[in-house]
């Protein structure tokens, strides 16, 4: 039981009891007590992408911290809350309301590296103390700002002011595929001057970056105000809605004993690592955190034995150390 299983996460749901609920389906499965942790915090508002890493997995969990991630998510013009989202209470309002061309004419500004101050409400620790406990006690947070790289960042719907909710458009993906944006997929033209009470956008980006706070300065720039409504992760490192599974599902298989045939291997959070091959005395160093000879390479590697992942491996010349072992 080495692996990840990627949950859909369901809105309402920490990531915390998220991992609770993988321990919980792993005991009913009959497969016992394991390590347990997960691939990148995902806020009980948001749904979508949650890898859980399982055994030796775990040891690439924080490879999943630093990965890129792709969000689909709607901002909702007019009310900023004190969260950014929806479950916040207001505290500011505006009556303007922009129109789809004054939207994607400010898109470039936050595409590439950009300065982003984090929301009030989140993990990050201030004097030892996480940002969202000081918050609710009402004390003011001074949120640095922090460099973020948004790699795109484009429309992918936006009802009229008063109009219906938001549609996928016409002759693009799905709205949850997690698949790419297809080259040239745009809205049709709005009608001159139309105003748009909400807009959902699809953003690809480096780690550390907070959805709520772009929704936040996109907002302000368009002369408003604004709020995530909703927000779901489409992609985390390598993994895609297309392998994620819902709690039912895992559920059903955990009664059903069927548990393992969810899983994906360990080496399905390394699909970006070439791999080297290694012989038994090779791998047996490797296990002992020897530094290997002769080699030449550069950069990370997958040590492998045959079938059996060995070590993440970095290679430097003719040395290759250990990065992160595996007990398999």
């Not at 920490?14 to 394991?34: D, E, H, I, N």
């Not at 689909?72 to 129109?99: C, M, N, W, Y």
């Not at 045939?261 to 070439?274: E, F, S, V, Y």
């Amino acid at each position: 039981m080495h692996g990840w299983i990627i949950l859909d996460k369901p809105h309402g749901l920490g990531s915390t009891q998220a991992v609770s609920a993988v321990k919980r389906a792993l005991r009913t499965s009959g497969a016992g007590k394991w390590k347990v942790g997960h691939g990148g915090t995902l806020d009980p508002l948001a749904t979508g992408v949650l890898p859980i890493a399982i055994g030796e997995a775990t040891k690439l969990a924080g490879r999943m911290l630093d990965s890129d991630k792709i969000y689909d998510f709607t901002v909702r013009f007019g009310v900023q809350t004190d969260t950014l989202d929806l479950e916040g209470k207001g505290i500011a309002e505006s009556d303007h309301r922009p129109t789809l061309e004054q939207v994607e004419a400010i898109l470039p500004r936050f595409t590439g590296p950009i300065e982003q101050a984090p929301p009030a409400y989140s993990a990050i620790l201030i004097d030892g103390q996480r940002a969202y406990d000081l918050a609710r006690k009402g004390e003011e947070v001074e949120m640095k700002t922090r460099s973020v790289t948004i790699h795109e960042l484009v429309v992918t719907s936006s009802p009229a002011r008063g109009g219906g909710p938001p549609q996928a458009v016409e002759g693009c993906h799905p709205l949850d595929s997690g698949t790419p944006l297809r080259q040239g997929c745009a809205l049709p033209p709005p009608l001159s001057g139309e105003e748009m009470e909400t807009v959902t956008l699809r953003a690809h980006v480096s780690k550390g970056t907070y959805i709520r706070s772009l929704a936040r300065d996109i907002a302000l720039m368009l002369g408003t105000v604004g709020h995530v409504t909703m927000l779901r992760r489409l992609k985390a490192g390598p993994f895609t809605l297309e392998t994620a599974i819902s709690l039912d599902k895992l559920d059903e298989a955990a009664t059903g004993g069927g548990i393992a045939q969810l899983m994906l291997p360990l080496t399905a959070g390394l699909d970006d690592i070439p791999a080297l091959a290694v012989s038994p005395d090779e791998a047996l160093a490797l296990r002992q955190g020897k530094v290997l000879m002769g080699k030449p390479h550069t950069g990370l590697l997958l040590a492998m034995e045959g079938e059996t992942p060995v070590a993440l491996v970095e290679a430097s010349g003719p040395e290759i150390r250990v990065v992160r072992g595996f007990n398999l």
